[in-house]
């Protein structure tokens, strides 16, 4: 993560049929629901303080 890579997705990669439900529910949400909808999934598992300017 330090290097900023974004790493593909295998080429035979498979998402759980529960998973694809989800991503398609929060795609039909508009931007706002969607950063809404994905606080509420990670607020529970608490957060860090980062310092971006550094």
């Known amino acids: 993560m ?3 890579e974004i790493v ?3 080429e035979n990669y498979a998402m ?3 998973t ?3 991503l398609t529910q929060l795609q039909a949400l508009n931007h ?3 950063i809404t909808a994905l606080r509420g999934f ?3 598992m608490g957060s860090e303080s980062t310092n971006l300017s550094a």
């Open 2 to 4: 330090d290097r900023s």
């Open 8 to 10: 593909p997705m295998p």
């Open 16 to 18: 759980e049929p529960n």
């Open 20 to 22: 694809a439900q989800y």
């Open 32 to 34: 706002s629901e969607q």
């Open 42 to 44: 990670v607020s529970p």
